[in-house]
């Protein structure tokens, strides 16, 4: 059922699981995970396919959360570098930016040269 390298190999349809991610994403433990699939093996098919297509999705979102947390962190970065500690209403704004409105506020940076410039930005692109 499980080798070494944390797969998980179930039926036709393989899961690939990294143990850590899923225990970092999920607070689930490794044993956990074995039973999920004990239970997920006596399913019947349809069933299973249902249950795969759940884990699909969390991993999605795991995905999901990990690529904002990486935007987010690289494009505070750069602003603190750029024009210093930001004020705390421009931080909380930033706090509900999307991956895309991250990725863009990382292009728009380049051209920042005072602190009004997020604030600008922000106003330009935050829909409330």
């Known amino acids: 059922m499980s080798s070494s390298s ?3 190999e179930a039926g036709p349809c393989p899961i690939k699981a990294d143990w ?3 225990g970092f994403l999920f607070e689930v433990e490794r044993s956990e995970l074995k039973q999920f699939e004990r239970e997920r093996e006596e399913l019947l098919p349809k069933e299973r396919e249902e249950t795969v297509a759940l884990v699909s999705s969390w991993e999605r979102r795991g995905i999901e959360l990990g690529l904002k947390q990486g935007s987010e962190r690289v494009v505070m970065r750069l602003l603190h570098r750029r024009l210093g500690t930001l004020p ?3 931080q909380s704004q930033l706090d509900g930016l999307t991956v895309k409105q991250w990725e863009d ?4 940076l380049l051209d920042f040269g005072s602190m009004a410039d997020p604030d600008q930005w922000l106003a330009g692109h935050i829909t409330v």
């Open 105 to 108: 506020l990382g292009e728009a």
């Open 88 to 90: 705390s209403s421009v």
């Open 6 to 8: 944390g797969s998980i």
């Open 20 to 22: 850590r991610l899923f």
